[in-house]
């Protein structure tokens, strides 16, 4: 049926109360529904992209002393897009190098080597998180003089 069900694996276990309707949708929005009865791909899966724009104003002077020197102005603005609106220009990481937690196991029976999972995380669950520094923005004003 495409559908992971309570009792499709005797080697796992639910423990009560788990939603596997939501478990499922989350089975099919990522695509691991695929890999049912599977260990997914390495680097079969990727982090969201992000876009950064920077912008550099710059204007040139001539200077008075000597001939040939000049002031320069300058204006940079870097992640120009989260000073605009602080949806845009955000870098998210999945945690440990791509290391996307599904459910959480709860325990392992030893007898049968059965696993017990638990949803307590809640499913759907992102481990998404958003790497600061790359994600806020900057300006920055300064002169140069060249000679």
Same mark, same amino acid.
């Given at each position: 049926?495409?559908?992971?069900?309570?009792?499709?694996?005797?080697? %796992?276990?639910?423990? !009560?109360?788990?939603? %596997?309707?939501?478990?499922?949708?989350?089975?099919?929005?990522?695509?691991? #529904?695929?890999?049912?009865?599977? $260990?997914? !791909?390495?680097?079969? +899966?990727?982090?969201?992209?992000?876009? #950064?724009?920077?912008?550099?104003?710059?204007?040139?002077?001539?200077? +008075?002393?000597?001939?040939?020197?000049?002031?320069?102005?300058?204006?940079? $603005?870097?992640?120009?897009?989260?000073? #605009?609106?602080?949806?845009?220009?955000?870098?998210?990481?999945?945690?440990?190098?791509?290391?996307?937690?599904?459910?959480?196991?709860?325990? #392992?029976?030893?007898?049968?080597?059965? *696993?017990? *999972?638990?949803?307590?995380?809640?499913?759907?669950?992102?481990?998404?998180?958003?790497?600061?520094?790359?994600?806020?923005?900057?300006?920055? +004003?300064?002169?140069?003089?060249?000679?």
């Amino acid at each position: 049926s495409g559908n992971v069900t309570l009792t499709s694996d005797p080697l %796992i276990n639910y423990t !009560p109360g788990f939603d %596997i309707t939501a478990f499922n949708a989350y089975l099919r929005s990522t695509g691991l #529904i695929n890999y049912a009865g599977q $260990i997914a !791909p390495r680097n079969g +899966f990727d982090s969201p992209w992000s876009t #950064i724009i920077d912008l550099r104003f710059q204007q040139e002077i001539p200077a +008075f002393f000597p001939e040939s020197a000049r002031g320069v102005f300058y204006l940079d $603005i870097e992640n120009f897009g989260n000073l #605009i609106n602080d949806d845009w220009g955000r870098f998210e990481q999945t945690g440990y190098e791509y290391f996307q937690p599904v459910v959480e196991l709860w325990d #392992i029976d030893p007898a049968t080597g059965a *696993y017990t *999972y638990d949803d307590a995380r809640g499913v759907p669950h992102s481990n998404e998180n958003r790497i600061s520094r790359s994600s806020l923005w900057q300006v920055q +004003f300064g002169v140069r003089y060249e000679f």
